[in-house]
């Protein structure tokens, strides 16, 4: 089994592998343009893309910007646990301010970067909610002070 079976649980044959690239540049194109471009009808272009939403191998999402919508504190917070690492990570993960949780190596164990209204907001998630997590021996907060690339169009392999 190849590595890329393993992680996504499917092959990508060369046709999913263009829809996919078609729909990171962008997520709104026609079912029946991707057909055109992948040599597909519309109907089986709509199979394809549902195929692939269902098995998880890629959602099509709307990106916004946190500060256009009221969120002015962004920032990624480090968490080094004692003891087991993934009911850490999913009490994170079930927390709504938390948009990205990923196991890590290194100084610290988990990342979570998370979407705050105010600075008061994160002081309070910080204290009230991811420091009372059993397990979670140390947190560092990296604050973001201005976001220069944030982008999903990486293509596949």
């Known amino acids: ?6 992680r996504s649980g499917a092959l990508l ?3 999913a592998k263009a829809i996919i690239e078609q729909l990171q540049q962008d997520g709104r194109r026609s079912y029946a343009a991707i ?12 199979q394809r893309v549902q195929r692939l939403i269902d098995s ?7 990106v916004t910007d946190p500060l256009q919508l009221g969120f002015a504190r962004q920032a990624m917070v480090g968490v ?23 196991i890590t190596a290194g100084t ?11 600075d008061e907001h994160l002081l309070e998630l910080l204290s009230e909610k991811v420091r009372q997590i ?16 944030q982008t999903y169009s990486w293509g596949v392999r």
């Open 35 to 46: 057909g055109k471009e992948v040599g597909l009808s519309e109907a089986a272009v709509r």
């Open 56 to 62: 998880g191998v890629m959602q099509v999402v709307a």
């Open 1 to 6: 089994m190849s590595r890329k079976q393993e």
């Open 80 to 102: 080094e646990v004692e003891g087991a690492l993934e009911p850490v990570a999913e009490a994170l993960a079930a927390m709504d301010e938390v948009d990205y949780v990923v």
């Open 134 to 149: 059993e397990g979670v021996a140390r947190t560092e907060t990296f604050m973001y002070l201005k976001l220069r690339k």
């Open 13 to 15: 044959d060369d046709v």
């Open 108 to 118: 610290f164990d988990i990342l979570a970067e998370v979407v705050c209204e105010s």
